[in-house]
């Protein structure tokens, strides 16, 4: 017996494949994460993130006219400051880090959207999320306490002229509490992109050293989530849109595509997956050694982030990507 049917009839060629093919990866769906970091004309690549530098504000504005250039429509600006202290004040002071790169980048690239990461970690001289009791050294970070300073924060980034607060740090209430701060100072048309189902997970590595933010001691499992869970992220995801979310992360992103499909059967508001920096480093790593074709590692893992429900993808490969999207 000859089989009936025969899906491979529409595989024949790549006009074909073109034709039935269920998801597209755009140019429109990537977000670049950048570091600031003070001085001029500084650029240093992390060490454990081949192709990605921390740059001082005039780097980052040359970055940010290269992305806008390659048709990329947003970047994500991460901070490292100067000097960190246990009240997080490079976060939200006016001068901070990521106001003066949002002010710079806005000033030189209106049409780019400019997302603010909202944390304390790079911050704080512990290196957690949030407010501790002083003396703490178990990281039990105080949850409304660190509310307080994200508000502040939220407010002294929409000031600098960021376009969206993406607040990171898994506290409860702080899209609320964000909303509520930008609402009172004037800026209610200013989105929340929330991250909302977040993981406690050793795929953040090649970050912290990129924004030399890894906890002192203890570390982020009392707020991030537990990777087992599954149900707990649509509970966040729940609350944050309830408390005024206009849009949704998951991260990161590979080992959770089964939180992606979730949340955007759960959600009609847009999905963003972060396509975090250990799963950045390891197709790096494959690739420098010759082991895997990065461009085609790269292409199928972000096109299979959209098949799972992303509408929108946060990654360090987003310049390469433009750039093999247009060849
Ligand atoms: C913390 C934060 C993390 C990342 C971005 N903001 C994780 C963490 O240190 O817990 C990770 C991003 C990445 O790995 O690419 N607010
Ligand atoms: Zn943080």
């Not at 949002?102 to 970690?121: G, R, Y």
């Not at 999905?271 to 010759?290: C, P, Q, T």
């Not at 199928?300 to 490969?317: C, P, V």
């Amino acid at each position: 017996m000859f089989p009936t049917h025969r899906p491979r009839r529409l595989r024949q060629t790549a006009m074909l494949r073109r034709m039935v093919r269920e998801n597209i990866l755009t140019t429109s769906d990537l977000i670049y994460p950048l570091f600031a970091v003070p001085g001029e004309g500084f650029a240093q690549e992390v060490k454990s993130m081949p192709g990605v530098y921390q740059l001082s504000v005039d780097k980052i504005v040359e970055e940010a006219k290269e992305v806008y250039d390659l048709g990329i429509p947003s970047i994500i600006l991460f901070g490292i400051p100067q000097d960190k202290d246990t009240e997080a004040t490079g976060a939200w002071h006016d001068c901070g880090i990521v106001q003066r790169a949002s002010t710079a980048v806005k000033e030189a690239v209106p049409d780019l959207v400019v997302i603010a990461d909202t944390c304390l970690c790079e911050y704080t001289s512990h290196g957690h999320c949030g407010y501790l009791e002083v003396g703490d050294l178990t990281g039990r970070v105080l949850n409304d306490p660190t509310l307080e300073l994200l508000k502040k924060t939220a407010v002294s980034q929409a000031k600098a002229g960021a376009d969206i607060i993406a607040p990171s740090g898994m506290m409860d209430g702080f899209v609320q509490a964000i909303r509520q701060g930008l609402d009172e100072a004037g800026f209610e048309n200013i989105p929340i992109l929330s991250y909302a189902a977040k993981y406690a997970s050793a795929y953040y590595g090649p970050f912290r050293d990129a924004a030399d933010s890894s906890p002192q001691f203890g570390d982020r499992r009392t707020y991030q989530m537990d990777s087992a869970n599954a149900r707990e992220a649509l509970k966040e995801i729940e609350l944050d849109i309830a408390e005024g979310a206009d849009m949704l992360m998951v991260k990161p992103a590979l080992a959770y595509m089964d939180i992606i499909y979730r949340v955007k059967e759960a959600t009609n508001l847009p999905v963003a997956a972060y396509n975090v920096s250990g799963e950045y480093s390891m197709v790096k790593a494959a690739a420098l050694n010759g082991w895997i074709d990065e461009e085609r590692v790269v292409m199928e893992t972000l096109t299979s982030f959209k098949r799972a429900g992303a509408d929108l993808i946060l990654t360090y490969h987003a310049k390469d990507a433009a750039r093999w999207l247009q060849a």
